[in-house]
């Protein structure tokens, strides 16, 4: 039998002498701490090295146990970082509500924060103008955040929104709708597209993922109740740890009418 993990990985001892595989016991033994809350999410595995000396096996087994862990969500590898517990929550985020991140997250009773990575004013880009109707010249106030969930990172958005509605950038501290609203021009309506796409090594860093890991990229143009462009965002959601939720509805077809009188 091998040696028990030290008290910074409380884990079950494996049995050499049982059928099952040492690396699918360890799985089990991660899982099982997990489980019960020995173990929580973003908490740091010890190396593989220190991993197989605590447990008297190969850094192979112990390789192999992490690699099925991570693909079963339990664990994720941070570039730069090492193996961490995976977050132990999963959002789902319904598509037909308009609402911001801060009021997402206090509805499920989690704290949110924001990381400011820059903002800025200046003229609209080409790009901008187009999907916020402006004129040539016209203004706009840009504002780049990381969004964070008790204390986790969850999305990398960067807003873009004409001047006329949001004259200085540093006001947004925590809900760009809040502020918004503040300045009487809350959205009222938007139109979303979103995609699936691999993170850069940059934006994994940011969310603490590794590079390429899959992720949900949504754009996002709002409209005050007068139809005017208010808010062009676009987001990416970490995919391991977000799902979007649509309702439809399922239309009747017309009934066919008999030819029999």
């Given at each position: 039998?091998?040696?028990?993990?030290?008290?910074?990985?409380?884990?079950?001892?494996?049995?050499?002498?049982?059928?099952?595989?040492?690396?699918?016991?360890?799985?089990?033994?991660?899982?099982?701490?997990?489980?019960?809350?020995?173990?929580?999410?973003?908490?740091?595995?010890?190396?593989?090295?220190?991993?197989?000396?605590?447990?008297?096996?190969?850094?192979?087994?112990?390789?192999?146990?992490i690699t099925g862990?991570?693909?079963?969500?339990?664990?994720?590898?941070?570039?730069?970082?090492g193996t961490f517990?995976?977050?132990?929550?999963?959002?789902?985020?319904?598509?037909?509500?308009?609402?911001?991140?801060?009021?997402?997250?206090?509805?499920?009773?989690?704290?949110?924060?924001?990381?400011?990575?820059?903002?800025?004013?200046?003229?609209?880009?080409?790009?901008?103008?187009?999907?916020?109707?402006?004129?040539?010249?016209?203004?706009?106030?840009?504002?780049?955040?990381?969004?964070?969930?008790?204390?986790?990172?969850?999305?990398?958005?960067?807003?873009?929104?004409?001047?006329?509605?949001?004259?200085?950038?540093?006001?947004?501290?925590?809900?760009?709708?809040?502020?918004?609203?503040?300045?009487?021009?809350?959205?009222?309506?938007?139109?979303?597209?979103?995609?699936?796409?691999?993170?850069?090594?940059?934006?994994?860093?940011?969310?603490?993922?590794?590079?390429?890991?899959?992720?949900?990229?949504?754009?996002?143009?709002?409209?005050?109740?007068?139809?005017?462009?208010?808010?062009?965002?676009?987001?990416?959601?970490?995919?391991?740890?977000?799902?979007?939720?649509?309702?439809?509805?399922?239309?009747?077809?017309?009934?066919?009418?008999?030819?029999?009188?």
């Amino acid at each position: 039998m091998t040696e028990q993990a030290s008290e910074s990985l409380p884990l079950i001892p494996l049995d050499e002498a049982n059928p099952t595989p040492l690396y699918l016991q360890l799985q089990q033994s991660i899982e099982d701490a997990v489980r019960k809350g020995a173990i929580k999410a973003d908490d740091a595995l010890p190396g593989e090295r220190d991993l197989a000396k605590q447990l008297g096996i190969s850094r192979v087994t112990v390789r192999k146990a992490i690699t099925g862990l991570v693909k079963k969500g339990v664990l994720v590898q941070r570039w730069g970082s090492g193996t961490f517990i995976a977050p132990q929550m999963r959002l789902e985020q319904p598509l037909s509500r308009l609402s911001s991140f801060t009021d997402d997250m206090s509805a499920r009773g989690l704290p949110s924060s924001a990381v400011l990575l820059s903002r800025s004013i200046g003229p609209a880009s080409p790009n901008e103008l187009m999907v916020l109707g402006l004129s040539p010249g016209d203004m706009v106030s840009r504002v780049n955040r990381l969004r964070l969930a008790n204390g986790i990172p969850m999305a990398i958005e960067h807003a873009v929104v004409p001047s006329r509605f949001l004259p200085d950038p540093s006001l947004v501290k925590q809900s760009l709708y809040a502020v918004l609203h503040e300045q009487g021009f809350m959205p009222s309506r938007a139109l979303q597209r979103l995609h699936a796409v691999l993170l850069s090594e940059e934006q994994a860093a940011l969310l603490q993922v590794p590079p390429e890991s899959p992720a949900l990229y949504i754009e996002r143009r709002s409209f005050t109740g007068t139809g005017e462009a208010v808010e062009f965002t676009s987001s990416y959601y970490r995919g391991d740890a977000y799902d979007f939720v649509a309702e439809l509805t399922i239309s009747q077809p017309d009934r066919m009418q008999s030819d029999d009188v």
